[in-house]
Nanobody, 124 residues
Framework: QVQLVESGGGLVQPGGSLTLSCAAS????????YGWFRRAPGKGRERVSC????????YYKNSVKGRFTISRDNAKNTVYLQMTELQPEDTAVYYC?????????????????WGQGTQVIVSS
């Protein structure tokens, strides 16, 4: 069972930057896909990004392409989401999650472990 803890959220002005971290502990597998999700007020959960050690795939939601960058440090069992050019529409609770077996673009991928979330507020 992978334990995930997000950190790095906070309040930032439009156009600002923020980097989120997802630290994994407990029993971790090398062959995992890590996803970043967010849930904005009045909206459902949406996948923002993904990175996978299974097939080295990377995914970004279209609305964040060019602004967000996902990366991982396998030695630290940590995944990062660097966010730039933040807009009020990015305001949400951000969650990281992991799923086995399948890569980011495989429709069979299911995320089985979730963190508690970290709040990002983009406001002037």
């Amino acid at each position: 069972q992978v334990q995930l803890v997000e950190s790095g959220g906070g309040l930032v002005q439009p156009g600002g930057s923020l980097t989120l971290s997802c630290a994994a502990s407990g029993f971790t597998l090398e062959s995992l896909s890590y996803g970043w999700f967010r849930r904005a007020p009045g909206k459902g959960r949406e996948r923002v990004s993904c990175i996978s050690s299974i097939d080295r795939s990377i995914y970004y939601k279209n609305s964040v392409k060019g602004r967000f960058t996902i990366s991982r440090d396998n030695a630290k069992n940590t995944v990062y989401l660097q966010m730039t050019e933040l807009q009020p529409e990015d305001t949400a609770v951000y969650y990281c999650a992991t799923g086995p077996t399948y890569g980011c673009h495989d429709p069979m991928l299911q995320y089985t472990n979730w963190g508690q979330g970290t709040q990002v507020i983009v406001s002037s």
